[in-house]
């Protein structure tokens, strides 16, 4: 039953209530690409992003798209941990709890393995321009670069990303 705002309480935190139950675990899985495959640190990253919009719900909410905004917060918040992080943390082979139901889970370990070995600029631009399938631009945005050098910085990560895959990818291209 929602509250309405004769009810004495504010509709707000109803809507952002709903807002965070439906983009929550698309933030999450995006978190997770973007760490590269950190799941606890993916966690956080969303739970700081909710915490952030949460803050400023009632501007963002009349937002002609707050979902894309709440992308930026979570590219942002993740480029500024990075920046700060100053303990000697480093990605293991360790994944998410989660049983995966793929229909060749070796590409997909091998595919987030080489993911995650990329610099935290090139594995962003791949994560948002062929995982959440932003434009050029929008990227740009979000990453606070030129639109060139998005596309450059792209191309160079899909380069290493090919060379870190090495056999690899042609076995799987073989199937």
């Not at 809507?15 to 760490?35: I, K």
């Not at 793929?102 to 393995?113: S, Y």
């Not at 899909?158 to 895959?165: D, F, G, S």
Request: aromatic share 6%; with cysteine.
């Amino acid at each position: 039953m929602k509250r309405t705002p004769s009810s004495g309480t504010s509709a707000q935190p109803l809507d952002f209530r709903d807002f965070a139950a439906a983009r929550g675990c698309h933030l999450v899985r995006t978190a997770f690409l973007l760490t590269g495959g950190d799941a606890h640190l993916a966690e956080d990253l969303a739970q700081e992003t909710l915490a952030r919009l949460f803050a400023r719900w009632r501007k963002i909410s009349r937002l002609d798209n707050p979902t894309a905004y709440a992308q930026t917060v979570l590219v942002n918040t993740f480029l500024t941990h990075r920046r700060r992080r100053s303990s000697g943390e480093h990605v293991t082979s360790t994944f998410s709890e989660q049983p995966v139901h793929d229909t060749e889970p070796e590409l997909r370990l091998a595919l987030l393995k080489a993911l995650g070995e990329l610099p935290v600029q090139d594995r962003t631009v791949l994560v948002l321009r062929y995982w959440e399938d932003r434009s050029v631009e929008e990227t740009a945005a979000m990453m606070r670069l030129s639109a060139s050098g998005v596309r450059s910085r792209a191309a160079r990560a899909l380069v290493k990303l090919r060379t870190a895959l090495g056999e690899e990818l042609e076995q799987f291209a073989e199937l």
